[in-house]
């Protein structure tokens, strides 16, 4: 185990001897000795021992000493205020955090002060905003396996849950394929997961952090028993054993991250026992722990979905851009996002994560952003107001949490102030999508009301110092604080008064922390000091006096304020318990609200960047049968004018070009120089294919399309270096996932496949996949090659067609004109594009010596120029009046992962070894 877990060693050993708060850190440390104990002491979070030795170098604070009667300890401290910094730090080194809260007033209790884990803090639990994207939801997975005890089907199904803590967000699938676990597992991205005894870790990506978690709670009985206390019997929710293992697993998981243990009793009822010996008594842990808000569970099938695998949503850079250096926002969902909200962005994301399949469904989306791209003075007015949106998904999880304050309670107020003009927006919408809106846009008005008659309207941050609650809303504490009111009134006139009775002009009441008030009198006034008056306080010129009048009223103002404050929490409480008890009527509201925010941003991308509308075709009824038979699917993508949505708003000019596929045309191969935009068209037409099953407009002037099941991406080698994804393995891996699992209704795309391996492999690899696609899946595919033969090989088969990119030339420099035509291309300007590039012209020259070296001796038509060159040097290398050192170096050369900017400084390089040796 880590050193910095667990229970320090020092500690262990002398555990009897502890001082009582050493010993709560010490048993702290062992009740959650997979988590970094982080242990409140006054306005720090300490850590002792090993734990203060680790974070003191990770967060760079000092590592300092505490001493005591039983020995000196290593401490470091991080403080209170801005611990989330810190602990998103040890977040990302891998840490889970307990976060041990003071549960008491150090006033309060004789011994040691109260400490319990609040909080367990990991990397998919997060409910922190300052450590969460507003515009992602931020899931935990829980993977697990049927033990066949179930229905039949049950033997082999792996089930994957997945649950985002901080808006209660909750989906459930499984499927007898691991493959398409993993999917669904890229397609949501989950920061963390657990993996149940029988299931493979393998089954996780390697970029999601896989947590090692009590093997009990994917017990079925358990699992199942925890899964109906939140939504009832298992059998009507989820399909299955696994996934009934891998909802309840979640749920455990969540709970320990409340601070509970999943299951097992804690100490925070029981603050005071904290620093006993003795365990905390058994109790249900369900009472504490459980997450109110999470109201219910989606489960879905991945084939209701347009299948997106982790290599396609990279490639087609749904969320992440794929240049290393390009701006964040330069992705599909980037270019879609027009949300106002963080309710609205999170929705979006989901539908560009899930598109659609059913054209009724594509349709009604469709409908919506139509009707809402035709009123723009609607769609302006309603982007306005969903901009006063707060996230009510992350407050309604606060305020269920108990950690919402006054604050939270006026921004859910405020929310649903701007609900009944959104409704009122709405009562005239036509289709049937914005008429359901309509109808669900409930405005809550009692929750609103109560809030409103209950919290001032510009609440404090603290919640017990009062000042919460509004004058009016409690009869109690309206006398408490008309009593205290009264009071200082009194205290107020007093100086008068006394100035009065006195006749000293300079008489004064004041107020200080130690003496409370005080009337207070200068030295050559004394004699006029009545009878009544007690001697307080002495200073140099003055005497200070009380009497027990205002001794009377001062206990009484202190009296009432106190239990004013006192008052105002326990109705601040009650009322936050009220609002939580609507967690469901706001959750549907927040949907609505969601749902409005992301079509409005469809409608507004579509308006802005003159999108179209696509007219989505019903598949063929005739070709339900999934397997892959090459036979005709119906399916059909027809684009004019297609831009890509990213590409287009970098570029000056875009240049749009149509797309055409159907049964008889649906696998295109195509040629064409490098740079002349053969990947850009290529991942334009699945992108418009992915936006119009999203339910958005596409950037086209016209688009007719049969939704597609799934779309396969395979970029090659030299495309995809700064992936590091480069070698040949990972290449026939893709292709191996993509010739078993593409049939009929699969849009695929190849982008420079067969690279790399030497050029006869790689075309032979080219030619027997295209003809497979064409012959025994019938996908619809795209192929972009440097392969010029297998423009030969296309015309030969049936279904089959050729595409091209020309450039001109100009004076000698290319010009790219990005426009595709039918047919091949007719050679390839890789030099030229070297000199467009800004390569020496020495290097240039010489390279088209090479070029045509190579080309008269006829042996390498079918590689690129670059390599065409290379091999050229290499071949004159061998002739003899090379240096050898120099043939080696060529013979090293990895050509298949070199960009030809690359290999052309390889060249001059060697060119300049050459050059000094003469
Ligand atoms: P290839 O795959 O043929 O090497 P790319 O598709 O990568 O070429 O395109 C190279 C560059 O050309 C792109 O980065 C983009 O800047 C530009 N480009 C591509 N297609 C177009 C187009 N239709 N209109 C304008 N510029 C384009
Ligand atoms: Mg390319």
Not at 427 to 450: G, K, N, Q, S, V
Not at 494 to 504: A, F, S, Y
């Amino acid at each position: 185990m880590d050193s910095a877990l667990g229970p320090p060693e020092a500690m262990a050993e002398k555990r009897e001897e502890l001082t009582p708060m050493m010993r709560q850190y010490h048993d702290l440390c062992a009740r959650y000795d997979d988590a970094l104990v982080l242990f409140q002491v006054g306005d720090f979070y300490e850590t002792f021992c090993g734990a203060a030795e680790r974070t003191a170098r990770l967060l760079e604070i000092t590592l300092t000493s505490r001493e005591d009667s039983t020995g000196e300890y290593p401490m470091s401290g991080i403080p209170i205020d801005n611990a989330e910094s810190y602990i998103e730090a040890l977040l990302e080194a891998g840490y889970r955090v307990a976060v041990a809260d003071q549960v008491e007033e150090p006033g309060e209790t004789s011994g040691v002060v109260g400490r319990a884990v609040t909080r367990v803090i990991t990397p998919g639990t997060l409910t922190e905003d300052e450590l969460l994207a507003s515009d992602d939801n931020n899931f935990v997975a829980a993977v697990a396996r049927g033990d066949g005890s179930g229905a039949p089907s049950d033997d082999d199904a792996l089930a994957l849950a997945l649950l985002d803590v901080s808006t209660g967000d909750f989906l459930a699938t499984s499927s007898t394929s691991s493959e398409a676990i993993t999917d669904e597992i890229s397609r949501f991205d989950p920061s963390e997961a657990v993996v149940g005894p029988d299931a493979s870790t393998d089954l996780v990506p390697a970029d999601c952090m896989v947590t090692p978690f009590d093997a009990a709670v994917f017990e079925r009985e358990r699992a199942a028993s925890l899964l109906s206390q939140y939504f009832g019997q298992p059998d009507a929710l989820v399909a299955g054993d696994a996934e009934t293992r891998a909802c309840g697993a979640l749920l455990a998981y969540a709970e320990y991250a409340r601070g509970g243990e999943h299951g097992q009793a804690d100490d925070t009822d029981e603050p005071a026992d904290a620093g006993n010996s003795e365990p905390a008594p058994p109790i249900d842990a369900s009472q504490r722990t459980r997450l109110e808000y999470l109201t219910h569970l989606t489960r879905y099938d991945p084939r209701e979905y347009l299948l997106l695998d982790a290599v396609a949503l990279r490639s087609l850079e749904l969320f992440e851009p794929r240049a290393v250096h390009a701006r964040d926002d330069a992705t599909l969902v980037g270019a879609l996002d027009e949300t106002a909200s963080a309710l609205g962005g999170r929705k979006l994301r989901d539908w560009v994560r899930r598109p659609l399949l059913e054209p009724d469904r594509i349709d009604a989306r469709l409908d919506a952003v139509e009707e809402l791209t035709g009123s723009v003075q609607s769609r302006e007015h309603l982007h306005e107001l969903l901009r006063d949106v707060y996230d009510l998904e992350r407050l309604i999880g606060r305020i269920s949490r108990e950690r919402a304050n006054a604050r939270d309670l006026r921004s859910l107020r405020d929310t649903l102030a701007v609900v009944p003009e959104l409704r009122e927006r709405l009562a005239d919408a036509d289709c049937e999508r914005l008429e359901r809106l309509h109808e669900t846009l409930d405005p809550l008005a009692d929750i609103r009301e109560l809030i409103d008659d209950a919290i001032v309207s510009d609440p404090p941050i603290e919640i017990t110092a009062g000042g919460v609650i509004a004058e009016g809303y409690d009869a109690d504490l309206d006398d408490l604080r008309a009593t205290a009111r009264d009071g200082k009134q009194w205290i107020d006139d007093l100086e008068e008064r006394e100035r009065e009775r006195t006749g000293v002009d300079s008489l004064k009441v004041g107020y200080n922390s130690v003496h409370g008030y005080y009337i207070e009198v200068t030295n050559p006034n004394l004699e006029a000091v009545p009878e009544n008056y007690e001697r307080r306080q002495t200073l140099k010129n003055s005497e200070r006096f009380v009497t027990p009048a205002l001794k009377e009223r001062e206990s009484q103002i202190v009296g009432a304020e106190e239990r004013a404050d006192e008052r105002e929490y326990d109705l601040f409480c009650d009322v936050r318990r009220q609002v939580a008890d609507e967690v469901e009527r706001v959750q549907t509201l927040a949907d609505a609200v969601a749902t409005l925010d992301a079509l409005v941003s469809l409608a507004t991308v579509a308006a802005q960047y003159d999108y179209c509308r696509p007219e989505i075709l019903e598949p063929d009824a005739g070709s339900d049968d999934a397997t892959a038979t090459g036979d005709p699917s119906g399916l059909e993508i027809d684009i004019e004018g297609g831009r890509h949505p990213v590409v287009e708003r970098t570029q000056d000019s875009f240049v749009p070009n149509d797309a055409h596929f159907a049964d008889d045309e649906r696998l295109a191969v195509i040629t064409g120089p490098n740079m002349s935009g053969k990947s850009t068209y290529m991942r334009q037409v699945a992108q418009i294919v992915l936006l119009a099953q999203v339910g958005s407009f596409v950037p086209a002037t016209a688009a007719r399309l049969t939704p597609v099941d799934r779309i396969f991406t395979r970029v090659g080698a030299s495309d995809d270096i700064a992936g590091g994804r480069s070698t040949f393995m990972v290449e026939m891996d893709e292709l191996a996932t993509i010739l078993r699992a593409a049939d009929e209704r699969s849009l695929v795309l190849l982008d420079e496949v067969g690279r790399g391996t030497s050029t006869a492999d790689g075309l032979a690899i080219a030619q027997a996949i295209t003809e497979h696609l064409h012959d025994a899946v019938g996908a619809t595919t795209l192929f972009a090659t440097h392969h010029h033969p297998l423009t030969d090989v296309a015309e030969d088969l049936e279904a089959a067609f050729t595409l091209h990119f020309e450039v001109e030339q100009d004076e000698g420099e290319v010009v790219f004109e990005h426009e595709v035509a039918p047919g091949a291309a007719t050679g390839s300007y890789g030099v030229e594009v070297a000199t467009a590039a800004g390569v020496p012209e020495t290097v240039v020259e010489r390279s088209r010596e090479l070029v045509d070296e190579a080309a008269s001796d006829g042996t390498a038509v079918t590689t690129t120029d670059v390599e065409r060159s290379a091999e050229a040097v290499a071949a004159t290398a061998d002739g003899g009046d090379v240096p050898t050192d120099i043939a080696a170096e060529l013979r090293a050369l990895d050509l298949a992962h070199l960009t030809p900017v690359e290999a052309l400084t390889e060249l001059d390089r060697l060119k300049q070894v050459l050059e000094n040796e003469r």
